[in-house]
């Protein structure tokens, strides 16, 4: 059994490529069957694999009998000569603090101390014990409790620096393992409380599935890898159309070009690729009632200007013509000064609270159409400021207004009369006078100046202001 086992986990660690030669690898030992097994495999052939290893236990203080645990687990290093690190922390303390069940702030505090071992100690891997019949039992659990299509693709073999490669063995397999090896480890008896919801699918459900449905588990690992195959899917048909510049990504928004997306009008390809690209840009998720109001809201609206599909608190979605902007509710952080831009001139001042702008004064001896509009070009512009004291460049606000050719207009109507998007607007910069006026717009690819501060060949004083975003 020893060496079909051992054979078993040398395919998983070449299938998916989980080990290279030379990696520094942390393993997670609890002192349970599982991670005792793991160690064990990876200490006995480490000269094989050509790795280094660091066992590390983290004690939860949850159970009077941690400290049995944390015993074992020394003993058992010394045994294997492998090096150990063992780190206390509170558990049922730290999941008050931060609401979190006894799970996951168990797995919040872990990962943050392998984290901080791989900064300091320049480890490349972390392995963790996840075996084959864990795979099926967050499958289960995800399924009761509702998920989405990349909840059901269940615990991955890797997942960034994180390797399981125990995961194609089941955890009959990995008794009879430590059984040949005649190796000790311990049962957390909180394992056997079926009141936690995890052990209840382990203990209740799980045997009696096996009982009445022997194949059961070759047949939802089947189903669990299309379910990965179906998200490969999606990852590479997102990398394409990005490349082809149909999904526009910048640090704050993403923008799709609906009219050159297949399949658009199906609702679940729909959903699945704005819930990726939500989760993937936004870290945020969307339930499935949202997805389905979204995607109504947008399979409604026929190229028919802006339209606000989706709002919640950090998140909004736009329909702009042919596009779905998917943008953050904040300011463009990148644009705003943490400390304002201050100008002293002879005649005026100018402070900026917006990056991207600059101010000076300028002398112009004839005033050229031409001359204009090629330093337009180059996103140069001139203002009046023969009775200006001030300017102050910042973000619209609601209400702003501005003087053009046609009388007073707010700044909201001439951005849509020039149908600049909606998630453009709202990161929209003006340039406002001491006397409250805008003499200055700016919206993306939109520059505008008030006709009350055109220059001419009677200005005495101009101010210049340059773009260079």
């Given at each position: 059994?020893?060496?079909?086992?051992?054979?078993?986990?040398?395919?998983?660690?070449?299938?998916?490529?989980?080990?290279?030669?030379?990696?520094?690898?942390?393993?997670?030992?609890?002192?349970?069957?599982?991670?005792?097994?793991?160690?064990?495999?990876?200490?006995?052939?480490?000269?094989?694999?050509?790795?280094?290893?660091?066992?590390?236990?983290?004690?939860?203080?949850?159970?009077?009998?941690?400290?049995?645990?944390?015993?074992?687990?020394?003993?058992?290093c010394k045994n294997l000569k492998v090096r150990l690190k063992i780190f206390?922390?509170?558990?049922?303390?730290?999941?008050?603090?931060?609401?979190?069940?006894?799970?996951?702030?168990?797995?919040?505090?872990r990962y943050n101390v392998f984290k901080k071992l791989i900064r300091k100690?320049?480890?490349?891997?972390?392995?963790?014990?996840?075996?084959?019949?864990?795979?099926?039992?967050?499958?289960?659990?995800?399924?009761?409790?509702?998920?989405?299509?990349?909840?059901?693709?269940?615990?991955?073999?890797?997942?960034?620096?994180?390797?399981?490669?125990?995961?194609?063995?089941?955890?009959?397999?990995?008794?009879?393992?430590?059984?040949?090896?005649?190796?000790?480890?311990?049962?957390?008896?909180?394992?056997?409380?079926?009141?936690?919801?995890?052990?209840?699918?382990?203990?209740?459900?799980?045997?009696?599935?096996?009982?009445?449905?022997?194949?059961?588990?070759?047949?939802?690992?089947?189903?669990?890898?299309?379910?990965?195959?179906?998200?490969?899917?999606?990852?590479?048909?997102?990398?394409?159309?990005?490349?082809?510049?149909?999904?526009?990504?910048?640090?704050?928004?993403?923008?799709?070009?609906?009219?050159?997306?297949?399949?658009?009008?199906?609702?679940?390809?729909?959903?699945?690729?704005?819930?990726?690209?939500?989760?993937?840009?936004?870290?945020?998720?969307?339930?499935?009632?949202?997805?389905?109001?979204?995607?109504?809201?947008?399979?409604?609206?026929?190229?028919?200007?802006?339209?606000?599909?989706?709002?919640?608190?950090?998140?909004?979605?736009?329909?702009?013509?042919?596009?779905?902007?998917?943008?953050?509710?904040?300011?463009?952080?990148?644009?705003?000064?943490?400390?304002?831009?201050?100008?002293?001139?002879?005649?005026?001042?100018?402070?900026?609270?917006?990056?991207?702008?600059?101010?000076?004064?300028?002398?112009?001896?004839?005033?050229?159409?031409?001359?204009?509009?090629?330093?337009?070009?180059?996103?140069?512009?001139?203002?009046?400021?023969?009775?200006?004291?001030?300017?102050?460049?910042?973000?619209?606000?609601?209400?702003?207004?501005?003087?053009?050719?046609?009388?007073?207009?707010?700044?909201?109507?001439?951005?849509?009369?020039?149908?600049?998007?909606?998630?453009?607007?709202?990161?929209?910069?003006?340039?406002?006078?001491?006397?409250?006026?805008i003499c200055l717009l700016k919206s993306g690819n939109l520059i505008r100046?008030?006709?009350?501060?055109?220059?001419?060949?009677?200005?005495?004083?101009?101010?210049?202001?340059?773009?260079?975003?």
């Amino acid at each position: 059994m020893t060496a079909e086992f051992e054979e078993k986990v040398f395919k998983t660690i070449k299938k998916f490529d989980l080990i290279s030669s030379g990696d520094k690898i942390i393993v997670a030992i609890s002192g349970g069957p599982d991670s005792v097994a793991l160690l064990n495999f990876l200490v006995k052939n480490k000269q094989i694999l050509k790795i280094d290893i660091l066992a590390t236990h983290i004690n939860h203080l949850i159970r009077k009998e941690s400290y049995k645990d944390e015993n074992l687990v020394r003993n058992l290093c010394k045994n294997l000569k492998v090096r150990l690190k063992i780190f206390r922390k509170d558990i049922p303390n730290l999941a008050k603090k931060k609401k979190m069940s006894l799970e996951e702030a168990g797995r919040f505090f872990r990962y943050n101390v392998f984290k901080k071992l791989i900064r300091k100690e320049n480890f490349t891997k972390i392995a963790t014990a996840h075996h084959l019949d864990d795979i099926i039992e967050t499958f289960l659990l995800r399924l009761f409790k509702g998920t989405s299509i990349n909840g059901l693709t269940s615990i991955p073999p890797k997942n960034g620096n994180i390797i399981r490669p125990l995961i194609e063995v089941t955890k009959e397999e990995i008794f009879s393992y430590l059984e040949k090896e005649k190796i000790k480890f311990i049962i957390d008896k909180t394992n056997l409380v079926n009141t936690y919801e995890r052990n209840y699918i382990r203990n209740i459900i799980f045997p009696s599935m096996i009982s009445r449905f022997p194949n059961s588990k070759s047949k939802i690992m089947d189903l669990i890898e299309d379910f990965r195959l179906i998200q490969e899917f999606f990852k590479c048909y997102i990398e394409e159309l990005t490349s082809k510049g149909i999904i526009e990504k910048t640090q704050s928004l993403v923008r799709i070009d609906l009219s050159k997306i297949d399949f658009i009008k199906n609702r679940f390809f729909f959903s699945e690729l704005i819930r990726r690209l939500v989760k993937e840009n936004f870290y945020l998720d969307l339930n499935r009632e949202i997805l389905k109001n979204i995607f109504s809201q947008v399979s409604s609206n026929n190229n028919c200007g802006n339209k606000k599909v989706f709002s919640a608190k950090y998140l909004e979605m736009i329909r702009e013509y042919n596009y779905l902007t998917i943008s953050s509710k904040f300011k463009d952080q990148k644009k705003i000064r943490t400390k304002p831009e201050l100008y002293l001139f002879q005649n005026i001042k100018a402070i900026s609270y917006v990056k991207g702008i600059r101010f000076r004064e300028a002398k112009i001896s004839s005033v050229d159409r031409d001359f204009l509009l090629q330093k337009a070009k180059e996103k140069v512009f001139y203002l009046s400021v023969d009775e200006v004291k001030e300017l102050k460049a910042r973000f619209r606000k609601p209400g702003d207004f501005m003087y053009i050719k046609e009388g007073r207009k707010k700044i909201k109507d001439i951005l849509i009369d020039y149908k600049i998007p909606y998630s453009e607007r709202k990161n929209a910069v003006v340039v406002e006078t001491d006397k409250g006026d805008i003499c200055l717009l700016k919206s993306g690819n939109l520059i505008r100046v008030s006709e009350k501060y055109f220059i001419s060949n009677q200005t005495r004083n101009m101010i210049e202001i340059r773009f260079t975003d």
